[in-house]
């Protein structure tokens, strides 16, 4: 069984489009993440929710909505993409404070 | 705020010698430290794990690593490396078991025949 799971896989879109990641955690942690990964490799926390409730929210524009329905699921919304979108997204999960469990990425393309 | 420094953003080696990917940290609290591996388009895997314990740290894959308060190091080395081992390893901190971690920028390992 897949711990923590993303859809899609891959995700090719034009500027200025809509688009959702989905991020689903069976392992019952009760905090997840979303991290960008962009060219350089360099990872960057974006945001981390607590039980549903938004606990860290780094310095990201706000077209960026990240929004969890239960504990197990976060999804996060990108709206007006734009070409410095363009990054690896990984979501995670942790049972507060111990490590952190990664999925295997959305690579995101901007066109 | 917490940081990390990896030096050497490529490391490369023979099979079967010594590893050694460095790791410098920087905590205003006692931090909390680890060491993930990223195999090409896959996800993070923890490697290993410092949170106050032991300061000598084994991993999964024969890696381990010491916590060195005085030198604010973290290092991980494996004794013979393994054509397997080639990726990318990231050190990371969180402040006292914060779920805020802070990864430096990569340490990518190429391991020649």
């Known amino acids: 069984d897949t711990a923590v799971s993303q859809t899609p896989k891959y995700l090719v879109t034009q500027m200025g489009n809509d688009k959702s990641i989905k991020c689903e955690q069976n392992?019952?942690?009760?905090?997840m993440y979303w991290y960008k990964q962009d060219s350089k490799k360099f990872l960057k926390i974006m945001f981390s929710y607590n039980n549903k409730e938004l606990i860290i929210n780094e310095t990201v524009p706000n077209r960026f909505s990240p929004k969890s329905p239960d504990k197990a699921h976060l999804n996060l919304h990108i709206n007006s993409l734009e070409l410095g979108d363009s990054a690896v997204y990984f979501c995670?999960?942790?049972?507060?404070?111990?490590?952190?469990?990664f999925g295997p990425g959305t690579r995101l393309t901007v066109l | 705020a917490q940081s990390v420094t990896q030096l050497g953003s490529h490391v490369s080696v023979s099979e079967g010698a010594l590893v050694l990917l460095r790791c410098n940290y920087s905590s205003s609290v006692p931090p909390y430290l680890f060491w993930y591996v990223q195999y090409p388009n896959q996800g993070l895997q923890l490697l290993l794990k410092?949170?106050?314990?032991?300061?000598l740290v084994k991993g999964i894959n024969g890696f381990e690593a010491e916590f060195k308060k005085s030198e604010t190091s973290f290092h991980l080395t494996k004794p013979s490396a393994h054509m397997s081992d080639a990726a990318e390893y990231f050190c990371a901190v969180t402040e006292g078991g914060s779920e805020k971690l802070v990864f430096g920028k990569g340490t990518k390992l190429t391991v020649n025949p």
């Open positions: 410092y949170t106050s314990a032991a300061t």
């Open positions: 392992l019952g942690h009760d905090t």
């Open positions: 995670a999960s942790s049972q507060s404070g111990s490590e952190q469990f």
